[in-house]
């Protein structure tokens, strides 16, 4: 038998700790002192503590990793438990690097207000223009590129002749639910196609617009959407149609976000 203390060096629990599984009935000792009170386990236990520490590091908590030593040798049982744990820390996972993100963000917008980022806004015409588009339902802004690549799936080998320069447009449609974003992805094209499955052909009538160019990532739309709101405040404007990014030089491009280049245009009317 090894005492309590010994057993903690053994397992790399803590006295403490092993008092606590004792109490919650996940690991007790083998016999205890009458007298002193004093815990006893068996070298026999040591694998099971080891166990709880493996589980532990994994993220488990004490009720769950007591029900799974339950049914240990259950493998069906132990792999549903492995994955919904997965599933979760790959959650957690996606949420940090969000969180990560905008810490990053809101460092670099601190720096920004020593010198501030100074944004053109012009009054345009978008002119009418064929094009091929897909639309659909994104959890993710950075998903963007899943319906350009459906597009150009469902496009391939069609002989479909694109404008050169190219101009490809994504819209951000209105949507009913904060957690999923509506998002039609456009190419411009010189000659009418067939409209095939989700793949539409369509003309899009001239736009009136204001327009934010700007070179760089993306994480600067925010600040431009901000920007904009106030510009069509002071100017009489308002909104008249769903906000539009033309890429002129995009991640199909090249992978140096400090060479991307984008319009922002928003469609606008008079007040």
């Known amino acids: 038998m090894l005492k309590i203390g010994d057993f903690s060096k053994f397992t790399k629990i803590s006295i403490h700790m092993l008092r606590h599984y004792d109490e919650i009935d996940l690991l007790k000792p083998i016999k205890i002192d009458e007298d002193s009170g004093y815990r006893y386990y068996s070298e026999e236990q040591i694998p099971f503590a ?17 029900q799974m030593l339950q049914n240990y040798s259950n493998e069906d049982e132990l792999q549903k438990y492995f994955d919904m744990q997965l599933s ?23 720096n920004e207000r020593k010198n501030p980022l100074n944004y053109s806004i012009l009054v345009k015409e978008l002119p009418k223009r064929l094009v091929i588009s897909y639309r659909g339902i994104i959890s993710d802004y950075n998903q963007e590129g899943i ?7 469902q496009t391939a080998g069609r002989n479909i002749k694109y404008k050169n320069p190219s101009f490809d447009v994504a819209i951000i449609h209105s949507t009913d639910t904060s957690e999923l974003i509506d998002v039609e992805v456009q190419k411009v094209i010189e000659t009418n196609v067939k409209s095939i499955d989700n793949v539409i052909c369509k003309e899009i009538p001239a736009t009136k617009v204001a327009v934010v160019a700007y070179q760089g990532d993306y994480e600067q ?8 709101a106030k510009w069509l405040s002071e100017n009489e404007y308002e909104l008249n149609g769903e906000i539009m990014n033309v890429y002129h030089i995009s991640p199909k491009i090249t992978n140096n976000q400090n060479e991307f280049l984008t319009e922002v245009c928003f469609p606008i009317k008079a007040v």
């Open 50 to 66: 080891n166990r709880i520490q493996l589980l532990k590091l994994m993220g488990f908590s004490l009720p769950n990793i007591k």
């Open 88 to 110: 979760d820390k790959q959650d957690e996972m996606k949420k940090l690097k969000s969180q990560v993100r905008l810490l990053e963000k809101a460092i670099v917008s601190l």
């Open 147 to 153: 319906l350009w690549n459906a597009l150009n799936e």
């Open 221 to 228: 739309l925010e600040t431009i959407y901000e920007e904009m």
